[in-house]
């Protein structure tokens, strides 16, 4: 007894040395209620919009992009040249072309950290780069450039910020990224360049500050001469708990294959520094600044800006009671409660709609209204987030498959739950991307969906009402859960999942397909589902749109938990296998095979012939086999004659 006490004793030591494991990060978008609320309601109030210009994935300013977008509410941007497949990868077999499409993946993730969207241009790293012309001549510098002008006129930036333009180290993509970021942006205002741009749908822009990073932190560098905007990105957020600086490197711990530092940041003052280079705003370029912003009205009512010095009554009477509404939400989040918001959300999504109808017929210019709408826009679709979350509402569009091929049928789940006081009604579910309009019947959700036994859409527990049967119901009050199982269809003109760059050769430029959008990390899903809700009742009832992709979730190992994927439709694939001989069993190859190899790729050597068995196994009875060496043992004969082989150790 003595003993077993003693080893079950030791046993618990050990266990107790061993050092305790735990994931420490958790992307900001995964945030829900007071936190989620409290972000939405940051970016209602400020309409300011952001660039940030690199060469490569980890060239980005982390904890910039945290601060502005996360902590101050403002669109983050950031365009990287290239997609980086000229590097190495730490994790992993990919190189060139899988790499790139690794490292667009990782900072995907890394932006559920930052808030920032994601573009890319044409430009290919082809490795390191000796000098600016070298890439300037492999990238074709008018076509990249004209790049960086399409997205300044598509994102319309305030601020852009770009690298360093001198220095000898880190290779030269990032010096010439920055000499083409300061071009693009004194080119964008003028309709006369790249008008093809113009007459595609985009209008010119002209951003009214660009910086360059002062200094990449080598040593030895030194800060450049005159007047700075130095950014102290070390401020505690108190409804995030942390630093920007510190999420920040949460954030950067995402580029995986680059082998970034995974241990987090600690407490500690960290300033980044920039040097304005251009500017709009004059006197601007003579001041040091502690924001980036500083002379740019970012604010609601500063949107009539755009219709000159005596904008309208209307628009600025509209533009006062949308600003009204969000500071009063934003009072309510501070001294009541999330519930509270709910109010004066829906008064200025109202407020903001009526002032969109009547832009229409306002007396102000062309450009004016152009602009002005664009960042209604914008603030539309943070207004219904903002209720969304508000209200505790969530929509979940899972299925039952993840590979998909054209014509194939399968089941989506539609889940949608009210955890708010409000009373939401679903008035329509609509399923895009599929064939056919598929009939969503919400029923009353009475018992819990383990979803650990239920595969992609969580099918262990249907939808069941008091006496077993589903109750039909479209107006969900507090706590309650409804859902929908309908059967769809994959199109036969389905899409099939690849990247829509592509590379000729060794060519230091990409070609995108026509009919994709421009720059996006990857080519946007065509599969998701779009719930229209009615907040509210009678005349102060407004409509909210939430839309998701449809996703097949499905279980990683035991420590990764649950994964999820978009709907997917692989390249055609066809199976071959050998011909029956009689009285063997036959051989598959690899169940699936491109129907067409690739062209630069060697057949696979033949498959083995059967060796005859050995004579002396063949002429003997017995089960042992003597070795065919000076060593006086044996081994034992196969059922066939053959001698078995000895095992090595």
């Known amino acids: 007894m003595r003993r077993a006490f003693v080893a079950a004793g030791g046993v618990l030591a050990a266990f107790l040395s061993v050092p305790h494991a735990q994931l420490r990060v958790v992307p900001l978008d995964e945030m829900g209620g007071h936190v989620a609320l409290g972000l939405a309601l940051r970016h209602l109030s400020n309409a300011g919009i952001f660039l940030h ?37 730490e994790i992993g077999p990919e190189l060139f072309e899988a790499l790139g499409v690794l490292r667009t993946k990782e900072l995907d993730a890394l932006h559920r950290f930052d808030g920032a969207e ?30 960086y002008v399409r997205l300044i006129r598509m994102i319309r ?52 500050k660009l910086y360059y990073l002062a200094a ?19 401020v505690y957020d108190p409804l995030l708990g942390k630093t920007s600086a510190e999420i920040g490197t949460e954030a950067r711990s995402m580029h995986k294959c680059q082998g970034m530092a995974q241990l987090l940041s600690l407490p500690a003052p960290m300033t980044t520094i920039y040097q304005l280079v251009e500017s709009t705003i004059p006197g601007q370029m003579q001041k040091d600044e502690t924001s980036l912003f500083e002379g740019v009205d970012t604010t609601i009512a500063g949107l009539a800006r755009f219709a000159g010095a005596r904008p309208p009554r209307d628009l600025t009477g509209g533009l006062a009671v949308m600003s009204a509404a969000v500071l009063t939400a934003q009072k309510n989040f501070d001294t009541i409660g999330d519930q509270a918001t709910v109010k004066p959300l829906l008064d200025g999504l109202y407020a903001l709609r009526v002032l969109r109808r009547e832009l229409r017929t306002m007396s102000i210019d062309e450009g004016a209204r152009y602009d002005t709408d664009f960042r209604l826009r914008q603030k539309e679709r943070e207004f219904q987030q903002a209720l969304l979350v508000a209200n505790g509402v969530q929509l979940e569009a899972l299925a039952d498959d993840g590979v998909v091929v054209p014509g194939q049928t399968t089941a989506v789940s539609v889940v949608v739950a009210n955890r708010g006081a409000a009373d939401v009604t679903v008035k329509n579910i609509k399923f895009e991307g599929f064939d056919g309009d598929a009939a969503c019947a919400l029923t009353a959700v009475t018992r819990p969906d383990f979803g650990a036994f239920g595969g992609g859409r969580g099918r262990g527990a249907a939808p069941q009402g008091a006496a077993g049967q589903a109750q039909a119901t479209s107006t969900l009050k507090k706590d309650q859960v409804v859902r929908c199982d309908p059967t ?11 990247p829509y760059w592509h590379r000729a050769g060794d060519a230091g430029r990409y070609t995108f397909d026509a009919d994709a959008p421009f720059g996006l990390p990857f080519r946007p899903t065509t599969f998701y589902v ?6 509210g009742a009678g005349p102060g009832a407004e409509e909210v749109l939430d839309t998701v992709p449809v996703h097949h979730r499905y279980e990683g190992n035991i420590f990764t938990g649950e994964k999820r994927t978009e ?5 055609p694939f066809a199976a071959h296998r050998r011909r029956p001989v009689r009285g063997r069993r036959v051989r598959l190859r690899d169940p699936f095979v491109p129907t067409q190899p690739h062209p630069d790729r060697r057949p696979p050597p033949p498959l083995p012939r059967r060796r005859a068995p050995s004579a002396k196994c063949a002429s003997l009875s017995s089960t042992t086999c003597p070795m065919p060496s000076k060593r006086q043992s044996s081994l034992p004969c196969r059922r066939d004659g053959r001698r078995r082989r000895r095992s090595s150790r």
């Open 53 to 89: 210009t690199t060469a490569h994935p980890d060239d980005e300013n982390n904890a910039l992009l945290v601060l502005l977008n996360r902590g101050q509410g403002y669109r983050t941007a950031l365009a990287t040249a290239t997609r980086g497949n000229g590097g190495q990868n």
């Open 118 to 147: 994601q573009y890319f241009t044409r430009a290919v790293d082809f490795g390191f780069s000796f000098s600016v012309e070298e890439t300037f001549e492999k990238w074709g510098k008018d076509e990249i450039v004209a790049d």
């Open 157 to 208: 930036p305030d601020v852009v910020v770009a690298l360093p333009p001198g220095g000898a180290g880190g290779g030269q993509h990032h010096q010439a990224s920055a000499l083409i970021t300061r071009e693009a942006v004194k080119l964008a205002g003028d309709a006369a360049k790249f008008p093809d741009q113009i007459k595609a749908g985009l209008r010119p822009w002209q951003p009214k």
């Open 216 to 234: 990449f932190g080598f040593p030895g560098e030194q800060l450049p001469q005159g007047p700075l905007a130095r950014i102290n990105v070390s």
């Open 488 to 498: 769809v269809k994959i199109p036969s003109g389905a899409r099939v999942s690849e």
């Open 530 to 535: 779009q719930a229209t809700l009615v907040f």
């Open 567 to 571: 709907l997917l439709p692989p390249p």
